[in-house]
Every structure is written in C-alpha cells, then in structure tokens.
C-alpha cells in the first residue's frame, strides 16, 4: 500500500509539471474566483510557485483567505489534478528572479518590475484522474453503452501531499 500511494503521489507531481498551468481558484468573499497562472513546481520543498502582480485582486482575496484549489488539466490527453492547499503571497527578490522566465516576460519587462510577488502553495492534497487519452476513452465509453458495462477509464486517486 505504502509503494502504491507514493506511486500515486509521484505521478500527482509528474501530471502537474506535464500541464504546467493551472487555475488558481481564491475566494472573493462568498463567491470562488478562477485564473489561470503558470506554476512552477519544487516538490523537494513540497512548493507550488506562480509569479503574480501587487496590482491584482488575487493577492487581496488569499490575505483574506488563504485557502485555494489548483485545477491542472489537459482534455485532449484526459489528464487532470485538483489540488486544495493554503497560499501565501510574498516581495521575495530573490525567489522572484529564480522564477522569472519566458511565460513571466509576457507581463512583466524584467524580474526587477515591482509589481512581482511570488505566490507560494503549500499543497495539502490532490486528486488526479489519468485517462489513457481522449481517442482510447471515447472507444472505451461507446463499447461500455453497447455493453452495458462501464468503461475503465484509468487511473483516479487521492493523495496527500
């Protein structure tokens, strides 16, 4: 079981970094908000990062609550993460100009621009499906309806993180 879940949670990491975007979902007071960010992963310190702007609302909705979901997905390969963790949002100079790369030149001219802060997530759990692909999972569904039976559409699971 032990080699399994770290399986499992191996493949939660592996699934993250092969998508590389995800929606950043926050509170707005009662209602969730979704964007998408680019992540950049550092599972060693168990660490999901995104660059982020002072200017924007979401760094104003994680202070009032840092609970957050991260939603990973690939539909044309049918692979999809779900994270829940808690988010904190920093002025680390030194993180921001690590992070700052091609997806960051888009937003912003230099890694110097100060408006960057970095948003870091501590994951507390993840759920992710891993389908075989969308061709395979379609043929898959229609001989399940001709069957009768329901169809195997690979792996989901739930990990901590």
Do not use: C
Request: glycine share 4%; aromatic share 8%.
């Amino acid at each position: 079981m032990a080699n399994d879940n770290a399986r499992d949670v191996d493949r939660a990491w592996e699934l993250m970094k092969k998508i590389g975007f995800a929606m950043l979902v926050t509170h707005d007071g009662d209602k969730l908000r979704a964007r998408p960010m680019s992540a950049y992963l550092e599972r060693d310190t168990n660490a999901i990062y995104f660059l982020t702007d002072a200017r924007r609302h979401k760094d104003e909705e994680i202070a009032r609550n840092p609970g957050i979901n991260l939603s990973f997905a690939n539909a044309s390969d049918q692979k999809y993460v779900s994270v829940t963790g808690t988010a904190v949002v920093s002025n680390d100079r030194g993180k921001i100009k690590q992070l700052f790369s091609t997806p960051a030149k888009a937003w912003w001219n230099s890694a110097d621009d100060p408006n960057i802060r970095v948003l870091k997530i501590t994951p507390d759990d993840a759920e992710f499906w891993d389908a075989p692909g969308a061709v395979i999972s379609y043929v898959k569904m229609a001989a399940a309806a001709v069957t009768g039976s329901r169809p195997d559409l690979g792996d989901n699971r739930k990990v901590a993180l």
